[in-house]
């Protein structure tokens, strides 16, 4: 009897047991269909009952059936949808044992013969569940679809072996029964006495027999009872990626580590194959734009040769080519007959996933399968997906070498990285920025209107438009920036290294501005085209490429709806900027505690010599799912809800602690400066709590300089010249920060004990951009220096900012030109480099 409301799982069950020789099987929609059509008919030999609710809905049912008098004795097997509310631990008494759908053609008939075997019809009443009888044990097992077996310990013979056994190993559970447990596990320098004998639970590498000869892996023993003796149960657990996640992962990293030629397909297609344990695997490209058939890069089948079907007849094929993916735990048998390539290959476990670019079209496709059903589902289906994205990854990368742009993976007419070069070098920034903690910008552009010129003017005009574009939007951003054509008249700007949103929106306003200009093309006539701009930014909006090219995409559509022309920065909803505010402040709140915050440091060098003379702390918060978090976005929230003054505290001591051992060990007198906040200022013990850190560390104060930001205002904060002047008395220096960018500059350098001067990052990176800008730099360090302040600059990132700055007589610079902020080991391993020189340099003058 089969009670199912899903008729594809009851055709699943009638198959089972019609192959089985099981001829009059009764198919029933709910309990109430099952009583009518068993009215009056003999007692039943099984009950299938297949369970989509919850605990409720499955007593009900199962007590219904169970008022039935065909149904009273019979064992009754209870079938669990992928859906149910309802958990293998939660079956009512009245069932007998209990499968996943995915298991009915593998495992349905192996179950009842089982309960036949033990004579078990209904669970005892004791074990209040539907464990089978025999020991609870079997239930723990199958509920974590195991491996395990079962040996007589007196005689050493198999007694019982699961399911997920068999299934896995394609062998006979009637043919094991009864023969030695070295019949089916060889254990490595391990007697089979000694496994029997060892209690100790641990993990002995082994082999595990298998229909295509064995499988790596290890087994663990439990001494238990058995159908009252003593016996061993042995759980194994197989070294095949398909059935542990751990060895999956180990994997997956070895596929995406080959290279991306086209030698790379075929040998991470072998090592999927063999590491998942498949009968077959095959990686097609498409191709389309030749009008021809696919063509096949890799097959690998573990049978006989064959004589295979053309990919024309091949119905599956020719689904996941058309951007269908398919997914067939155990059931593939019966696709048989649409597709001669399975119908050939007897396969039961069958996987077709179609090979997409970033815009989902088609490259290729991967087709998997297994003679047995799959594994692990769990497992099986992310890694063969994670598989199909590295495949379609090679074939994109396969095309553009076929198209003759491998050599830098540069676009043909305007010579900017193409979309993939630049999403390769997107990845690597971002692995880069959350390793230091960077934040940086993205920008999309898009042409305003382009497709007019090219339908009115032609294609030709329209290249010259993109060229231009091209040329103006290389002289609007740094060297360190990058500029890539994304698509048609798309391009992308990724503007690293940037303190603050202002510095970003400066670049997008000028870009807009630039853009404004007529273009003049071949034949003297003039175009205005314009330009719309969104931007985003990493990490505040986005901590992955996709979303944050996705978010950037929305800002510069946002723009286009405001008339074109100008530029939209990304802007999440209020109701998801509020929960995404809370969350990360009751994060920052732990983040202390749980060691979640790091210090930084980033040298400052002589301008003359290059050689570091001090160094700044930086805290970053490396978030447990985020990330590292710049600190532009999550100092403003330490200051909003209070926690900066327990930060900030934290990072001085802990960096005066560990630029007095550096003193200890390299004695080279290095300057140390910490940021304060406009909150930690106004602390009227702020003058205890620096001399304490001082005193606790034994760090000298006039190696500490506080750094106080111009934008903090005078007048708001009440103790900030007492406090300053306090630090000044203790010996600690002053630096203004980010000097330039407040309204009160002259007024700082009046009425402030301040020995240096920052110059913010802004007006450095515009060095060789701005005329403005490298003005502004000029007249800072001139003023200065007639206030007998010292000068250190931000943000030096290219040689030409150096060399501007050292014919401008500014005394120390800090930047990516010389080193990005790094973590502590990494800091001292650059001091211990410097010593080295040094000596070096010495001996050789000696």
């Not at 402040?585 to 979640?596: F, Q």
Request: charged fraction near 25%.
């Amino acid at each position: 009897m089969v009670v199912a409301a899903q008729r594809e799982l009851r055709r699943a069950v009638f198959d089972a047991l019609d192959r089985d020789g099981h001829l009059a099987v009764h198919s029933a929609r709910d309990t109430t269909h099952a009583g009518i059509l068993l009215e009056g008919r003999p007692d039943l030999a099984l009950v299938v009952m297949v369970l989509e609710g919850d605990a409720r809905d499955a007593l009900a049912s199962v007590e219904q059936l169970r008022r039935l008098p065909a149904c009273a004795d019979a064992p009754l097997i209870a079938v669990l949808t992928e859906g149910a509310a309802i958990k293998p631990a939660q079956l009512p008494a009245g069932v007998s044992d209990w499968l996943y759908a995915a298991q009915i053609d593998s495992e349905l008939i192996a179950r009842w013969q089982r309960l036949q075997r033990t004579g078990a019809v209904l669970p005892a009443a004791a074990q209040g569940g539907a464990a089978p009888t025999g020991g609870d044990y079997r239930f723990a097992f199958d509920e974590v679809e195991s491996e395990w077996l079962i040996v007589d310990t007196a005689r050493g013979r198999l007694l019982e072996l699961s399911p997920a056994l068999l299934r896995r190993s394609g062998l006979s559970g009637e043919r094991l029964v009864g023969l030695p447990l070295a019949e089916l596990l060889e254990f490595q320098g391990l007697a089979p006495e000694q496994a029997l004998a060892d209690d100790s639970r641990r993990w002995h590498p082994c082999r595990r027999r298998s229909r295509q000869g064995y499988d790596s892996g290890e087994a663990s023993a439990r001494q238990i009872r058995h159908a009252g003796r003593e016996a061993v149960a042995f759980v194994f657990r197989s070294d095949r990626a398909g059935a542990r996640a751990e060895v999956a992962l180990a994997m997956l990293a070895r596929l995406f580590a080959t290279s991306s030629g086209d030698d790379s397909i075929a040998e991470a297609a072998r090592t999927l194959f063999e590491d998942m344990g498949l009968d077959y695997l095959a990686i097609w490209s498409a191709r389309p734009e030749e009008g021809g058939a696919p063509l096949q890069l890799a097959q690998c089948w573990s049978g006989e040769e064959q004589l295979w079907p053309s990919p024309q007849l091949q119905s599956s094929l020719r689904l996941v080519l058309s951007g269908q993916a398919m997914l067939h735990p155990g059931g593939a048998r019966r696709l048989a007959a649409m597709d001669p390539l399975l119908e050939q290959l007897d396969l039961s476990g069958f996987a077709g996933l179609p090979l997409l670019d970033e815009r989902h079209a088609v490259l290729g496709a991967l087709l998997a399968g297994t003679r047995q059903p799959f594994g692990e589902l769990a497992i099986v289906e992310p890694v063969l997906r994670c598989a199909a994205a590295r495949f379609a990854h090679a074939l994109e990368l396969r095309r553009t070498r076929e198209q003759g742009r491998a050599e830098g993976l540069l676009d043909a007419l305007t010579g900017l990285p193409n979309r993939l070069l630049f999403n390769d070098r997107l990845d690597t920034i971002i692995r880069e920025a959350n390793r230091t903690g960077e934040c940086f910008a993205m920008l999309f552009v898009d042409l305003d209107r382009f497709k007019t010129i090219n339908d009115t003017l032609g294609h030709a005009v329209g290249d010259q438009v993109l060229i231009t574009t091209t040329q103006r939007l290389r002289t609007s951003v740094r060297a360190s920036d990058t500029v890539a054509r994304y698509a048609g008249d798309e391009f992308v700007v990724i503007l690293r290294h940037i303190v603050k949103s202002e510095d970003v929106l400066r670049v997008a306003e000028k870009i807009v501005q630039v853009m404004e200009a007529p273009f003049r093309i071949d034949d003297g006539t003039e175009l205005q085209v314009t330009a719309s701009i969104g931007v985003s930014f990493f990490p505040d909006d986005a901590p992955d490429a996709e979303t944050l090219l996705k978010h950037a995409d929305e800002a510069m559509y946002a723009a286009k709806s405001l008339g074109r022309n100008n530029y939209q920065i990304y802007e999440i909803s209020a109701e998801q900027a509020q929960q995404q505010n809370m969350a990360l402040k009751s994060g920052l709140r732990h983040a202390e505690h749980n060691g979640e915050l790091r210090v930084f440091y980033q040298p400052q060098v002589d301008a003359a010599s290059e050689d570091i003379v001090g160094m700044e702390a930086l805290v970053r918060w490396e978030h447990p799912e985020l990330g590292f978090i710049g600190p532009g976005f999550f100092i403003p929230l330490a200051e909003e809800t209070g926690l900066i003054v327990s930060i900030g505290e934290w990072v001085l001591r802990t960096a005066c602690k560990q630029a007095q051992e550096w003193e200890r060990k390299f004695g080279l007198r290095l300057r140390l400066g910490v940021n304060l906040s406009a909150v930690q200022l106004m602390q009227p013990n702020l003058l205890d709590i620096v001399s304490s850190a001082l005193q606790d560390s034994g760090l000298d104060p006039g190696l500490l300089e506080m750094e106080v930001t111009e934008s903090i205002s005078i007048k708001a904060a009440p103790n900030l010249v007492e406090n300053l002047h306090g630090l000044h008395k203790l010996g600690c220096r002053i630096a203004i920060d980010d000097f330039g960018t407040g309204a009160a500059s002259l007024d700082y350098l009046r009425k402030l004990p301040a020995d240096r001067i920052k110059i913010d990052q802004s007006f450095v990176r515009n060095i060789g951009v701005d005329p403005d800008d490298e003005a502004i730099v000029r007249a800072t360090i001139e003023m200065a220096h007639r206030l007998k302040r010292g000068v250190v600059a931000e943000g030096v990132e290219i040689e030409q900012h150096l060399h501007f700055l050292r014919a401008n007589r500014c005394d120390e610079l800090q930047g990516y030109l010389f080193c990005r902020p790094l973590p502590p080991p990494a800091f001292e391993k650059l001091l211990h480099e410097r010593q080295r020189l040094l000596a070096t340099a010495d001996a050789a003058e000696e």
